[in-house]
C-alpha cells in the first residue's frame, strides 16, 4: 500500500449541461432538487434510508431499526423487517397495467426474440422456484448458476431470491476450474447451467465445463445440475444428478408463495472481476441490496414508465445483477438482455438491437466504447438510434476522448452521458451524474449519489484539498454496501477496511481507487492506487497518462505501468494498442513520447512504447495492468490469471 497521495496532472476543461426537455420533466431536474436530497441524507442519514426504504419497497413486516452500525465493519440495515426481492421485482407490479407491460425482452445472437410481460415472467419464475424446491433447496441453500445470456439466467435469479436461496452466479466463459472453486468456496447443492449458448456466431457448449467441474466428486455439495436447452448439441446427462429444465419446470404450478425474508437474509454471493488478484466472494443481503438497487437505477436513468433500457454487461457480474435484472425489474421498467456481442460478421450488432428494440437508455463499458472507436463511426451511422436519450458507462475510468466519441456518435451529441464509479462491493453505483441535473464534464464520474458520503482522504483519513489526489473512501455505511467476504469475515475487515486509519478511530471504507476532486466537488478517478507509479518522487495515476494516449488520434487504447529504473525509481512503459489502418514505428513512437510531453507535461512521457495487437484483459473487459508490470519488468506473470480473458494475448506480449 502506497504511503504518499498521488499527484494529478490532466487538464479536461469541457462541460455539457442537462438537455433542458429532459431536466424539465426529470424525477431529479435540478441541482437545486439533488442538493436538497442530499441534505436530507447529511442532516439526518437513518431517517432518510427509512423513508427511502419505506416509500419504495414492499414489507410483509415492517422494519424496526435502520440501521445497526454497533459492531464495525459489520452493519445490519432494516432489522426487523421481511421483505422478498422477487415480490419486489414482480407480484408488486400485477395490480395494476404494468402486469400487462413488457418485463423483458430477449434478443438471442442468432436472431429469436422472447418477450415476457410482468405478469408471464412472474409465472416462469413462479414454476422455476416450485421446480427448486421440488428439488430439495429451501431458504439458506446456494445455488450456482453458470448460464449463457438466456431468459432462463434471470428467471432462475429470481426464483431462488423468491424461495430465499442464495445465488452465486459464475460467468459462463470461466473454465471449468473457477466454476469448480466457486462451487468449492460456496458449497452449491444445484447447479443451473445450458447446453451452451451462441457467441461469435458459434454455438458454445457450457455443460461439459460443469461436468469436469464436478468430476470426481470434486464439488461433492452439489446434488443436482439442472440444464436449460439452448443450442441443442450433444449433451450428456449423468443418471440421477442431471435433469432437463423444460421437462421439470414447465409442468409446475404457476402459483409459488414467496418467502417472506429477513432483511439481512443473504441474497447472494459474487465474486468480484479480479483486476487486481485473487476474486473474493462478496456478500449482499437482502433488503439492502434491493433498496439501493432499486434508487440508483432510478436516479441514475430517470426511468420512465415508456422507456426501454438495456445494459449489455453479463448477468455474471454485478453490473447485470443490479441494472439488467434487479433495479430495472425493481422499477417496473423493460430491460433487454442480448446473448450476443459484435463479431466480424456483425460489427453492427449493438446497434441492430437498438434499432430494432427502440431502446432509450444504453448502458455499456468503455472497452466497448474504445473498441467501437476503432473500427470507425461508419459502422453505428447506418442504425437508426434517435430513440436513445441516456447513455451510461461503467467499469473502468473513461478517457475523456472515448467519452466524447460516445456523446457525439451514439449519443447523436443529445444524449447525457453517466460515468457511474462503482464496485461488485458497492452493490450499486455510488458516484455519477443524475442525467437531468449534473453538468457533465468528459472522463469525470462526477457527484456522489444523495447518502454516499465519498471522500478524497490520506492514509489517516484526512480530507484532501481540491485537486489534490487520494484515495477514493466512504464514510458511513449504506444499504447497499456488502456485508462481508463468503466465508472469511477477516479477508472482509482486511481488504476494506483496514488500509485507512483515521485518528478518531472512525471507519472508511476502501477498496483501492485512487482519485481527485476538482474545484465543483467532482470527482476524477484516477486508477488503481496499486498501479500508480512514482517517477522522480512524483506519483502519478495511470489513467491520465493513458487518457492523453488515446487523445491521439493513432491510437485506440493504452495501457501503462511502471518498471524499476535506477535514476527516476520508476520508468514509464506504455502498451498501445493503435486505430485500423495505423502500424506502429519509430517515427509513431516519437510522435506519441511528444503528444503526452505536450498534453500532461515532460514528466508523464512514457520511455518506452510498445504497440500490440491486444491487451490483457478480465473477462468483464478491465486491463489488468498487474500483468503488463511483470512483462515489462521482464519478470514472470505470477498470481492469479484465471480471470484473464485471452491467455495467447500474454504470448503475443511476451515476444
Ligand atoms: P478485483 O477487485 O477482483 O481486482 P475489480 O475491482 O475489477 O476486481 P469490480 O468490482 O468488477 O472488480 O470492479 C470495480 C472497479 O472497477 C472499481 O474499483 C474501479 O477501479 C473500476 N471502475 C468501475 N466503474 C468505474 C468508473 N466509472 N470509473 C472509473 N473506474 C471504474
Ligand atoms: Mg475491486
Same mark, same amino acid.
Given at each position: 500500500?502506497?504511503?504518499?497521495?498521488?499527484? *494529478?496532472?490532466?487538464?479536461?476543461?469541457?462541460?455539457?449541461?442537462?438537455?433542458?426537455?429532459?431536466?424539465?420533466?426529470?424525477?431529479?431536474? *435540478?441541482?437545486?432538487?439533488?442538493?436538497?436530497?442530499?441534505?436530507?441524507?447529511?442532516?439526518?442519514?437513518?431517517?432518510?434510508?427509512?423513508?427511502?426504504?419505506? &416509500?419504495?419497497?414492499?414489507?410483509?413486516?415492517p422494519f424496526d431499526t435502520v440501521l445497526d452500525w454497533s459492531q464495525p465493519p459489520f452493519a445490519t440495515w432494516f432489522g426487523g423487517g421481511r421483505t422478498?426481492?422477487?415480490?419486489?421485482?414482480?407480484?408488486?407490479?400485477?395490480?395494476?397495467?404494468?402486469?400487462?407491460?413488457?418485463?423483458?425482452?430477449?434478443?438471442?445472437?442468432?436472431?429469436?426474440?422472447r418477450r415476457f410481460t410482468y405478469r408471464e415472467l412472474h409465472a416462469a419464475v413462479c414454476r422455476a422456484a416450485n421446480a427448486l424446491r421440488a428439488l430439495g433447496i429451501g431458504k439458506g441453500d446456494l445455488v450456482a448458476l453458470y448460464m449463457p445470456m438466456v431468459p432462463e439466467a434471470a428467471i432462475a435469479m429470481l426464483a431462488c431470491a423468491r424461495i430465499g436461496a442464495p445465488h452465486s452466479v459464475v460467468f459462463g466463459g470461466f473454465s471449468a476450474e473457477a466454476l469448480r472453486d466457486r462451487l468449492i468456496d460456496g458449497q452449491a447443492k444445484l447447479v443451473i447451467t445450458a447446453d451452451g449458448g451462441f457467441r461469435k456466431d458459434k454455438a458454445v457448449a457450457l455443460k461439459p465445463a460443469v461436468d469436469a467441474a464436478l468430476a470426481d466428486g470434486a464439488a461433492p455439495s452439489v446434488e443436482h445440475v439442472l440444464?436449460?436447452?439452448?443450442? &441443442?448439441?450433444?449433451?450428456?446427462?449423468?443418471?440421477?444428478?442431471?435433469?432437463?429444465?423444460?421437462?421439470?419446470?414447465?409442468?409446475?404450478?404457476?402459483?409459488?408463495?414467496?418467502?417472506?425474508? &429477513?432483511?439481512e437474509d443473504r441474497l447472494f454471493v459474487l465474486y468480484t472481476s479480479g483486476s487486481t488478484g485473487k476474486p473474493k466472494g462478496v456478500v449482499h443481503t437482502t433488503a439492502g441490496y434491493n433498496l439501493w438497487a432499486h434508487l440508483t437505477f432510478q436516479w441514475i436513468f430517470d426511468i420512465r414508465e415508456d422507456d426501454v433500457h438495456w445494459c449489455?454487461?453479463?448477468?455474471?457480474?454485478?453490473?447485470?445483477? *443490479?441494472?439488467?435484472?434487479?433495479?430495472?425489474?425493481?422499477?417496473?421498467?423493460t430491460t433487454v438482455m442480448y446473448e450476443g456481442a459484435p463479431r466480424p460478421s456483425k460489427p453492427g450488432a449493438f446497434w441492430e438491437v437498438i434499432q430494432k428494440h427502440r431502446v432509450s437508455i444504453f448502458y455499456t463499458a468503455p472497452t466497448a466504447i474504445r473498441a467501437f472507436m476503432k473500427s470507425g463511426r461508419e459502422v453505428p451511422d447506418q442504425y437508426d438510434m434517435g430513440t436513445l436519450r441516456i447513455l451510461g458507462t461503467?467499469?473502468? !475510468?473513461?478517457?475523456?476522448?472515448?467519452?466524447?466519441?460516445?456523446?457525439?456518435?451514439?449519443?447523436?451529441?443529445?444524449?447525457?452521458?453517466?460515468?457511474?464509479?462503482?464496485?461488485?462491493?458497492?452493490?450499486?453505483?455510488?458516484?455519477? !451524474?443524475?442525467?437531468?441535473?449534473? !453538468?457533465?464534464?468528459?472522463? *469525470?464520474?462526477?457527484?456522489?449519489?444523495?447518502?454516499?458520503?465519498?471522500?478524497?482522504?490520506?492514509?489517516?483519513?484526512?480530507?484532501?484539498?481540491?485537486?489534490?489526489?487520494?484515495?477514493?473512501?466512504?464514510?458511513?455505511?449504506?444499504?447497499?454496501?456488502?456485508?462481508?467476504?463468503?466465508?472469511?469475515?477477516?479477508?472482509?475487515?482486511?481488504?476494506?477496511?483496514?488500509?485507512?486509519?483515521?485518528?478518531?478511530?472512525?471507519?472508511?471504507?476502501?477498496?483501492?481507487?485512487?482519485?481527485?476532486?476538482?474545484?465543483?466537488?467532482?470527482?476524477?478517478?484516477?486508477?488503481?492506487?496499486?498501479?500508480?507509479?512514482?517517477?522522480?518522487?512524483?506519483?502519478?495515476?495511470?489513467?491520465?497518462?493513458?487518457?492523453?494516449?488515446?487523445?491521439?488520434?493513432?491510437?485506440?487504447?493504452?495501457a501503462v505501468v511502471g518498471r524499476p529504473d535506477e535514476l527516476k525509481g520508476e520508468g514509464i512503459v506504455a502498451f498501445v494498442t493503435l486505430e485500423a489502418g495505423r502500424s506502429g514505428d519509430d517515427a509513431l513512437m516519437a510522435e506519441l513520447r511528444g503528444h503526452v510531453g505536450q498534453e500532461i507535461g515532460p514528466i508523464a512521457r512514457p520511455d518506452v512504447i510498445r504497440f500490440s495487437d491486444a491487451l490483457p484483459k478480465t473477462r468483464s473487459g478491465k486491463i489488468m495492468r498487474r500483468i503488463l508490470r511483470a512483462l515489462a519488468a521482464g519478470e514472470e506473470v505470477s498470481g492469479d490469471t484465471s480471470t484473464l480473458e485471452d491467455r495467447s494475448v500474454l504470448d503475443q506480449l511476451r515476444v
Open positions: 500500500m502506497p504511503e504518499a497521495t498521488i499527484e *494529478s496532472v490532466l487538464q479536461e476543461g469541457r462541460v455539457f449541461h442537462p438537455p433542458a426537455e429532459l431536466a424539465a420533466s426529470a424525477r431529479i431536474g *435540478s441541482m437545486e432538487a439533488y442538493r436538497a436530497l442530499a441534505a436530507e441524507a447529511e442532516s439526518d442519514p437513518e431517517a432518510f434510508w427509512g423513508r427511502l426504504a419505506r &416509500e419504495h419497497l414492499h414489507w410483509f413486516e422478498n426481492l422477487s415480490v419486489n421485482c414482480l407480484d408488486r407490479h400485477l395490480d395494476g397495467p404494468r402486469a400487462d407491460k413488457t418485463a423483458l425482452i430477449w434478443e438471442g445472437e442468432p436472431g429469436d426474440t440444464v436449460v436447452r439452448r443450442t &441443442e448439441q450433444d449433451c450428456a446427462m449423468a443418471e440421477g444428478r442431471d435433469l432437463w429444465w423444460h421437462e421439470l419446470v414447465d409442468g409446475q404450478s404457476a402459483d409459488c408463495p414467496a418467502e417472506p425474508m &429477513e432483511s449489455t454487461a453479463d448477468v455474471g457480474w454485478i453490473t447485470g445483477h *443490479s441494472y439488467i435484472v434487479y433495479g430495472p425489474l425493481s422499477n417496473g421498467a461503467v467499469g473502468e !475510468p473513461i478517457n475523456p476522448e472515448a467519452w466524447m466519441w460516445y456523446r457525439d456518435v451514439i449519443g447523436g451529441d443529445r444524449c447525457p452521458v453517466v460515468d457511474t464509479w462503482w464496485q461488485t462491493e458497492t452493490g450499486g453505483v455510488m458516484i455519477s !451524474p443524475l442525467p437531468g441535473a449534473t !453538468p457533465t464534464k468528459p472522463g *469525470s464520474c462526477t457527484l456522489p449519489l444523495p447518502g454516499i458520503a465519498a471522500d478524497i482522504v490520506d492514509l489517516e483519513g484526512r480530507s484532501q484539498p481540491a485537486d489534490a489526489g487520494g484515495y477514493l473512501a466512504v464514510r458511513r455505511p449504506w444499504p447497499g454496501m456488502m456485508r462481508t467476504v463468503h466465508g472469511d469475515p477477516e479477508r472482509f475487515r482486511k481488504s476494506y477496511w483496514e488500509h485507512i486509519r483515521p485518528a478518531d478511530g472512525s471507519w472508511l471504507y476502501f477498496a483501492g481507487d485512487g482519485a481527485r476532486r476538482d474545484a465543483d466537488g467532482y470527482f476524477w478517478v484516477m486508477g488503481r492506487v496499486d498501479d500508480v507509479i512514482n517517477v522522480s518522487g512524483h506519483r502519478l495515476g495511470t489513467m491520465e497518462i493513458e487518457s492523453a494516449l488515446v487523445s491521439h488520434p493513432a491510437v485506440a487504447e493504452a
